[in-house]
């Protein structure tokens, strides 16, 4: 079993970071950009980090496009 990427989610602030950990960083600064990160998620991606920003427009349907429900939590 191969373990998938993970992903940050949210305003540029507070993700670009984690991409020198080896995080998929997509850059969602509004509402709109936010559901269009969520619905490109990379298929092999497993596990998302969201801003809080990103987790209250998310809040009700957390399942990827491809009917997959990721891991999520939320950045303090």
């Known amino acids: 079993m191969t373990m998938g990427r993970i992903a940050a989610l949210g305003e540029r602030s507070r993700v ?4 020198l950990a080896g995080a998929v960083v997509l850059v969602a ?6 559901r269009r990160g969520w619905r490109n ?3 092999d991606v497993d ?3 969201l801003t809080p920003a990103a987790a209250e427009v998310l809040e009700q349907d957390l399942t990827g ?3 997959h429900r990721r891991l999520t939590t939320v950045m303090p």
Do not use: C, K
């Not at 670009?16 to 991409?19: F, I, M, S, W």
């Open 16 to 19: 670009a970071g984690l991409a």
């Open 29 to 34: 600064d509004d509402p709109e950009a936010v």
């Open 41 to 43: 998620l990379p298929g």
């Open 47 to 49: 596990m998302v980090i």
């Open 65 to 67: 496009p491809d009917g």
